[in-house]
Nanobody, 121 residues
Framework: HVQLVESGGGLVQPGGFLRLSCATS????????MGWFRQATGKEREGVAA???????YYTDSVKGRFTISQDNAKNTMYLQMNNLKPEDTAMYYC????????????????WGQGTQVTVS
């Protein structure tokens, strides 16, 4: 059973910041790709940021320059630092892990967390 546990969501004003965390097991943490997706009400889920096992990073265009994905190897935890948040960033954010390499079409995810809500208002 794969566990991906997100935390750090909340309500923040436009221009504010949040840091999301995704804690998992060592085995899952060593997957080829880990990252974040989000789904706003009434919209399809979209890829936000991803980091590969060689530490290459991927971002969707709308968050480049504002969001940063990182990892803490000692804690088996992945983070998403979100700065200068905008109302359009409001969504449920999901942590994901994949056996395949990260890619720009966001097709790599195999397992998902339960999500953490981010509301910018």
């Amino acid at each position: 059973h794969v566990q991906l546990v997100e935390s750090g969501g909340g309500l923040v004003q436009p221009g504010g910041f949040l840091r999301l965390s995704c804690a998992t097991s060592r085995i899952t943490y060593r997957r080829a790709c880990m990252g974040w997706f989000r789904q706003a009400t009434g919209k399809e889920r979209e890829g936000v940021a991803a980091i590969s096992d060689n530490e290459s990073t991927y971002y969707t265009d709308s968050v480049k320059g504002r969001f940063t994905i990182s990892q803490d190897n000692a804690k088996n935890t992945m983070y998403l630092q979100m700065n200068n948040l905008k109302p359009e960033d409001t969504a449920m954010y999901y942590c994901a892990a994949g056996y395949f390499q990260c890619d720009s079409i966001w097709a790599w995810a195999n397992d998902w967390g339960q999500g953490t809500q981010v509301t910018v208002s």
